[in-house]
């Protein structure tokens, strides 16, 4: 059982930045591979950024193609916590950003947590 708590939301001016952290809990976190997705209103939950598993020396990242080039997934095995760095927001970027992990990469993610709330003004 894995236990997620997002922090760093918040309401931010577009062009800004934001700095989201998940808490997990557990000794095993360097086994999860975790990642990081959002809902807009109205709108399904989408894929923002993942991180496999492991150590710095191992370790991958992907981003959906609205987000490459602005964030960046990192993650911090001895603190069990891994980060979203977000810059040069956009309105688009509104949403509750929601923290997730899994064990294996064809794995579903099937541990959340309970979100973080990010509004970007015009």
């Known amino acids: 059982q894995v236990l997620l708590v997002e922090s760093g939301g918040g309401l931010v001016q577009a062009g800004g930045s934001l700095r989201l952290s998940c808490a997990a809990s557990?000794?095993?976190?360097?086994?999860?591979?975790m990642g990081w997705f959002r809902q807009a209103p109205g709108k399904e939950r989408e894929f923002v950024a993942g991180?496999?598993?492991?150590?710095?020396?191992?370790?991958?990242?992907h981003y959906a193609d609205s987000v490459k080039g602005r964030f960046t997934i990192s993650r911090d095995n001895a603190k069990n916590t891994v980060y979203l760095q977000m810059n040069n927001l956009k309105p688009e970027d509104t949403g509750v950003y929601y923290c997730?992990?899994?064990?294996?990469?064809?794995?579903?993610?099937?541990?959340w947590g309970q979100g973080t709330q990010v509004t970007v003004s015009e």
């Open positions: 991180i496999s598993s492991g150590f710095v020396w191992s370790i991958s990242t």
């Open positions: 557990g000794r095993t976190f360097s086994s999860y591979d």
């Open positions: 997730a992990a899994r064990q294996g990469s064809t794995a579903s993610y099937n541990y």
